[in-house]
Each structure stands twice: as C-alpha cells, then as structure tokens.
C-alpha cells in the first residue's frame, strides 16, 4: 500500500505560482511513476503532468512552459511547480502513483486562481 499527501495549494492572483508536494509512504518501493491530475467542477479528472522513476516528464498541452513536475532523490515525494497561473487552472489537483499493479490517489488539493 502507499499512502499520498499532498500539499500547497490555495488561493492565488492570475499570473501568480504555487508548488503542490505530493509525499508518498508506505511500500514507495513499488512506485514506477508519479503524476498530477487536476479536476474542475463539472469536468473530467485529466493529467496534468508525469514522471517517471528515472526522470522522464511528460505534460499535458495546457502545462506546457508553465508547469515543472519534479521527483526528489528518495523518490517518494513528487512537485509541481505552477508559474503563470490563469482562472482556468482553479481545480482540485491530485497526486498518482503507479506501481506495478496498482494505482494510488491523493486527496486532492484546491488551487484556486482569481481573475
């Protein structure tokens, strides 16, 4: 089992940053990935950016040259850094993680942009 909790969010002006903290605990040993979704009211869950055990990154078009995913070196805890922040990005954000046979959710955390 792994347990996620994330960290950072809040309330913040457009244009303004944020940086989410995912820790992982427990079996972190089976991690092979990790990864930030985020979820606005009355949308889908979709995935913000991702990374992998040995640092490869991928991000979705809208994160894009605003949004840096990182992993520290115990590779238990995963970051995201949020820069340019507009209205549109006010979601729940959540912390994955992927193990060879199962997925771990966070609780989500809140960042709220105002216009």
């Known amino acids: 089992q792994v347990q996620l909790v994330e960290s950072g969010g809040g309330l913040v002006q457009a244009g303004g940053s944020l940086r989410l903290s995912c820790v992982a605990s427990g079996s972190i040993f089976s991690i092979n990935a990790m990864a930030w979704y985020r979820q606005a009211p009355g949308k889908q869950r979709e995935l913000v950016a991702g990374?992998?055990?040995?640092?490869?990154?991928n991000y979705a078009e809208f994160a894009k040259g605003r949004f840096t995913i990182s992993m520290n070196n115990a590779k238990n805890t995963a970051y995201l850094q949020m820069n340019s922040l507009k209205p549109e990005d006010t979601a729940v954000y959540y912390c994955?993680?992927?193990?060879?046979?199962?997925?771990?959710w966070g609780q989500g955390t809140q960042v709220t942009v105002s216009s």
């Open positions: 990374i992998t055990g040995d640092g490869r990154t």
């Open positions: 994955n993680a992927m193990g060879p046979k199962y997925a771990y």
